[in-house]
């Protein structure tokens, strides 16, 4: 009975501070690609870490064709972030289909106007975009598509900046796979 009240007396305030300092210590990022981004979903808000977080298209439907890099009216996945002034790389790499990326800017209302696109690996590689500097407050959105299918494509998704100093690389995050 004493070992009993000197743990709860000791130890469970203890382990409840810890408990609490491990939440607030979490970054509020939970990475998924939504099939619509024009509302911001805080999910597909990707963060500037460099972390190559796992993304799937799978669920999502076709929702704009932007019609140059090889894209198509195919099923895309969506993610966003928004510009601090560095530059800043995007990388999807697919863990073995083809994948298309394209990267817009966006005024806050989803009125998108294209950024830069990338489809020059094959299945299986990597596919990357650079922004040479991004514009501070600047909203920015990721579409990824399998080429010339609707079916599932899973990779990840690693989205870094010069300028991020949250203990990120910089660089982009992959592996370099």
Same mark, same amino acid.
């Given at each position: 009975?004493?070992?009993?009240?000197?743990?709860?007396?000791?130890?469970?305030?203890?382990?409840?501070? /810890? $408990?609490?300092?491990?939440?607030?210590?979490?970054?509020?990022?939970?990475?998924?690609?939504?099939?619509?981004? !024009?509302?911001?979903?805080?999910?597909?808000?990707?963060?500037?870490?460099?972390?190559?977080?796992?993304?799937?298209?799978?669920?999502?439907?076709?929702?704009?064709?932007?019609?140059?890099?090889?894209?198509?009216?195919?099923?895309?996945?969506?993610?966003?972030?928004?510009?601090? @002034?560095?530059?800043?790389?995007?990388?999807?790499?697919?863990?073995?289909?083809?994948?298309? /990326?394209?990267? $817009?800017?966006?005024?806050?209302?989803?009125?998108?106007?294209?950024?830069?696109?990338?489809?020059?690996?094959?299945?299986?590689?990597?596919?990357?975009?650079?922004?040479?500097?991004?514009?501070?407050?600047?909203?920015?959105?990721?579409?990824?598509?399998?080429?010339?299918?609707?079916?599932?494509?899973?990779?990840?998704?690693?989205?870094?900046?010069?300028? $991020?100093?949250? @203990?990120?690389?910089? @660089?982009? @995050? !992959?592996?370099?796979?």
């Amino acid at each position: 009975m004493i070992l009993n009240n000197t743990y709860s007396k000791i130890y469970k305030p203890f382990f409840s501070i /810890l $408990f609490f300092l491990a939440l607030i210590g979490q970054t509020s990022y939970g990475q998924a690609l939504v099939d619509n981004p !024009c509302s911001y979903p805080a999910g597909a808000l990707w963060p500037l870490d460099a972390v190559c977080y796992s993304a799937s298209t799978a669920g999502m439907s076709n929702l704009y064709n932007p019609g140059n890099c090889n894209s198509g009216n195919r099923d895309d996945g969506w993610a966003w972030f928004t510009g601090d @002034g560095g530059i800043i790389t995007i990388t999807y790499d697919p863990d073995t289909r083809d994948a298309v /990326l394209h990267v $817009f800017s966006d005024d806050g209302s989803c009125s998108v106007v294209e950024v830069d696109c990338a489809d020059a690996a094959l299945s299986g590689g990597a596919e990357t975009v650079t922004i040479s500097p991004s514009i501070v407050g600047q909203i920015y959105l990721v579409r990824i598509q399998r080429y010339n299918s609707n079916q599932p494509m899973s990779g990840c998704l690693s989205v870094s900046s010069t300028n $991020f100093s949250g @203990g990120g690389s910089g @660089g982009d @995050g !992959c592996g370099n796979a």
